[in-house]
């Protein structure tokens, strides 16, 4: 029986980067206090000069702890054209798993992943081999993937540590096609948003028009993309309504002007900055007001396209051009990018602080602010077996918890054994869009995702519980792993889209039926299965 594919059934339904905001605060800051100086020079009365000291003290300070939220976070983004390839064996390098401080999220990113017919209609029966990879990769680290989208050849994997997945919710994902007018898929984006501890956020990886002569073509279509994806979801209906927006991908943005030598001289010197300036990205933002609302580390590591494969070579071949003749080499370039974006917040002037006291989104800004501050941003020239290479950007993402409690509260009773049936309970904490869809998964420690349970029950048919309401389920032992291990139980939401609440681990003991058949364990990722 599968949540995901069952037979029918009832069902009832529940009612700006650290840096930039950090210098703007200090900004600001000066502001108040020259303000204060002026007032101490210009007021006559020595009452009317300590109120106005006081009040301008007290913006002062208050602008100096905005933006000290309490919780640090790490994020770690891959973005990789692999350019048709199947997947290294090994990926833990582009992982960077053994980082301190340890990650907390994995956003990867991947374009021209083989979408061949064929191979695209068996990917959609069962995970494609990237996604294997990944998980496989992952899951004994204790990452579970959160969600995936897929337009042809682009991909986007959202992989979460368990611990944070009741703190992930109302997750969608959507796509854009900008290929051959918009009706092939080969180009343009898709993207997957969520609430993170009450945080909006969204992640779009994008693959853009190819050439260098269509910088702005590639524009266009990032713009395009930004505004058609929409989201059911009333307060961020659009990519640049959430709070926080990370954009990669395949840019394909070239370095205009220079030619292939200097290129090549400057990039084998290590004088990377000589080719900052006609970088098409760099330039585009220049005259783009939207663009310029977007973030990009330096570019201190090479260009990443185009290499030989398995090698760290710039392309050395000779392309045929459509007349039969031996083309140019493709001048090295920085299409694979990460961008980020903290959704601005014009700060209220003294004219207009009234109607900022009134302004639900401001004062919840506020109260909740976000920092964003890039730790890392580079590639790894290790992997070859692409004509690009991965491009990595580590970041540090602070906050201030908007809530720090599940939305139900799940644990085994007793005992848990095949050798007879066993009791679990949940509660509903708080009032969500439950359903009679939801279910309760077994999982087994070290699960890659939501539908990797070894079983599953529904949760109470009849009718939809009340909050704070203890409610008992009995789980056949039939459902119950004959060989024991380490397990935990998940409330899965169907309207969420997530799981929004996990028990502790919890020990299934040995069946008396596995010890009298001697029944082995195999081994899966160096976790028993």
């Not at 960077?96 to 990113?109: A, E, M, N, S």
């Not at 601005?344 to 109607?355: N, Q, R, W, Y």
């Not at 203890?470 to 409330?491: H, N, T």
């Amino acid at each position: 029986m599968d949540p995901f594919t069952d037979s029918p059934r009832q069902r009832s339904d529940s009612m700006s980067s650290s840096a930039s905001q950090s210098s703007r605060s200090k900004m600001l800051l000066r502001q108040r206090l020259s303000q204060l100086l002026t007032c101490i020079e210009d007021m006559s009365s020595d009452d009317e000069a300590n109120e106005e000291v006081s009040r301008t003290l007290d913006e002062a300070f208050q602008l100096c702890g905005r933006y000290v939220p309490t919780d640090a976070f790490r994020l770690h983004i891959v973005t990789w054209n692999v350019a048709t390839a199947e997947p290294p064996e090994d990926v833990t390098a582009l992982l960077q798993l053994d980082v301190q401080p340890p990650t907390d999220i994995y956003v990867i990113g991947l374009q021209e992943v083989n979408a061949t017919p064929v191979r695209f209609i068996s990917d959609l029966l069962a995970e494609d081999s990237w996604s294997h990879v990944f998980m496989d990769t992952l899951a004994p680290r204790g990452f579970v993937k959160v969600t995936s989208v897929r337009m042809q050849g682009l991909l986007l994997l959202v992989f979460a540590k368990q611990i944070h997945l009741p703190y992930i919710r109302n997750i969608q994902t959507t796509y854009t096609r900008t290929g051959i007018f918009g009706y092939w898929g080969n180009k343009g984006g898709v993207s997957v948003r969520f609430s993170f501890y009450g945080h909006m956020v969204c992640f779009l990886n994008c693959h853009l028009a190819a050439h260098m002569n269509y910088a702005l073509q590639r524009v266009d279509e990032f713009e395009y993309i930004l505004e058609a994806q929409d989201f059911d979801i009333s307060d961020t209906p659009q990519v640049r309504d959430h709070k926080v927006v990370f954009c990669f991908g395949d840019l394909n943005f070239r370095i205009a002007d220079h030619g292939l030598h200097f290129l090549r001289s400057s990039i084998n010197s290590g004088r990377l900055n000589l080719l900052w300036d006609k970088d098409q990205l760099i330039m585009m933002k220049k005259k783009e007001p939207f663009l310029q609302e977007f973030e990009e580390g330096p570019l201190n590591f090479k260009p990443t396209y185009k290499f030989d494969r398995n090698s760290d070579t710039y392309d050395t071949s000779n392309p045929k051009t459509w007349l039969g003749f031996n083309g140019k080499k493709r001048k090295p370039a920085w299409t694979d990018r990460i961008l980020w974006r903290i959704k601005p917040k014009i700060l209220p002037s003294e004219d207009d602080d009234e109607k900022a006291s009134t302004s639900t989104d401001d004062g919840q800004d506020d109260e909740y602010p976000i920092l964003v501050s890039q730790d890392k941003y580079t590639s790894d020239m290790s992997y070859g077996v692409s004509d690009h290479k991965p491009v990595i950007g580590t970041f540090s993402v602070e906050l201030r918890k908007c809530f720090d409690t599940p939305l139900v509260h799940v644990s085994p009773l007793g005992v848990w054994s095949a050798d007879q049936d066993a009791l679990l309970t949940y509660t509903v904490q708080e009032d969500f869009m439950s359903s009679t869809w939801d279910w309760i998964g077994l999982y087994k420690v070290g699960f890659k995702s939501a539908s990797d349970y070894e079983s599953f029950v529904w949760v109470r048919e009849n009718e939809l519980p009340e909050t704070n309401e203890v409610i008992q389920i009995s789980v056949d032992k039939d459902r119950i792993p004959l060989l024991g291990g380490q397990y935990v139980l998940g409330y899965y939401s169907t309207n969420m889209q997530s799981i929004i609440g996990i028990s502790a681990s919890f020990q299934i003991l040995e069946s008396k039926r596995a010890v009298m058949e001697g029944l082995v364990p195999d081994r899966v990722n160096g976790l028993n299965k």
